[in-house]
């Protein structure tokens, strides 16, 4: 318990040290919990499993800027790590926790709410995968993401499409609107046609979330099925859109898949 309350502690701590910009010498300094990617200084928590060659990598959703979203998905790391016995990684993205803010805000900043579909986020998402991956010496990915992290995710295994072998989407959004077409945006249903369909796809949706409606996980569902896929689609009843990944249908998911 002692362990777990220092541990609680220093990622409190750690998000006050939050920097705008970070060189790679100085993230290098920062510890074993700081890995340097696509020119961000990116704090993760890591809880240790026995599996050799795989690693679980947890992407988080949007949350108010400079939120320490270690601190809660520190517990849902240690979680399917014990479940799974596979070494898991939640990242903070840039802006979060310990993070930097070299070359993107967080999420959530003022002035620019499409930063989960733009190419070059994605993009960055994909660099921090493949850092992740070295690191750890892991031959087989499982990303989970939820949210915003699920929707940046999914269109990147379109985009490197032999980044990850297994996708678990919690919530997320498949599709640009209307209304944003022509912006230099993209999502997975544009990149559809490039995923490996040897990847592992899980979409999970809550009955009750008014953010992600269950019927956009559906419709996306129903598209990569149409298109020759076989994603797994889990419904989690009464479940809102908070904590949508960390829900028992969607661990329950998360397990079966590395099992497969």
């Known amino acids: 318990m002692l362990k777990k309350a220092l541990l609680f502690s220093s990622l409190l701590?750690?998000?006050?040290?939050?920097?705008?910009?970070?060189?790679?010498?100085?993230?290098?300094?920062?510890?074993?919990?700081?890995?340097?990617?696509?020119?961000?200084?990116?704090?993760?928590?890591?809880?240790?499993?026995?599996?050799?060659?795989?690693l679980n990598i947890i992407v988080h959703g949007t949350w108010k800027e400079g939120t320490n979203t270690l601190a809660r998905y520190a517990p849902f790391a240690e979680n399917l790590s014990l479940q799974t016995d596979i070494t898991t990684v939640a990242v903070a993205l840039p802006g979060y926790s310990g993070s930097s803010t070299n070359n993107?805000?967080?999420?959530?900043?003022?002035?620019?709410?499409?930063?989960?579909?733009?190419?070059?986020?994605?993009?960055?998402?994909?660099?921090?995968?493949?850092?992740?991956?070295?690191?750890?010496?892991?031959?087989?990915?499982?990303?989970?993401?939820?949210?915003?992290?699920?929707?940046?995710?999914?269109?990147?295994?379109?985009?490197?499409?032999?980044?990850?072998?297994?996708?678990?989407?919690?919530?997320?959004?498949?599709?640009?609107a209307e209304k944003d077409q022509g912006k230099d945006l993209i999502a997975m249903s544009d990149v559809l046609h490039n995923v490996n369909k040897d990847m592992k796809m899980v979409l999970v949706y809550g009955t009750a979330d008014d953010i992600s409606k269950p019927q956009v996980t559906i419709d996306f569902y129903n598209l990569a099925k149409q298109r020759g896929y076989e994603p797994k689609l889990v419904e989690a009843k009464g479940a809102a859109h908070l904590d949508l990944d960390m829900t028992d249908e969607s661990v329950a998911a998360i397990v079966e898949v590395v099992e497969e």
């Open 13 to 54: 701590i750690s998000s006050s040290l939050f920097a705008s910009n970070v060189s790679q010498e100085d993230c290098a300094k920062k510890g074993d919990n700081f890995i340097f990617a696509g020119n961000e200084c990116i704090q993760f928590y890591k809880s240790k499993g026995d599996t050799e060659d795989a």
């Open 104 to 176: 993107f805000k967080s999420l959530a900043h003022e002035g620019d709410g499409n930063l989960s579909i733009k190419r070059e986020y994605v993009e960055f998402l994909a660099s921090l995968v493949e850092a992740l991956k070295e690191k750890f010496h892991a031959s087989k990915v499982t990303y989970v993401g939820h949210s915003a992290g699920c929707t940046m995710g999914a269109t990147m295994t379109g985009l490197k499409p032999n980044l990850v072998n297994n996708l678990v989407c919690a919530g997320g959004n498949y599709s640009i």
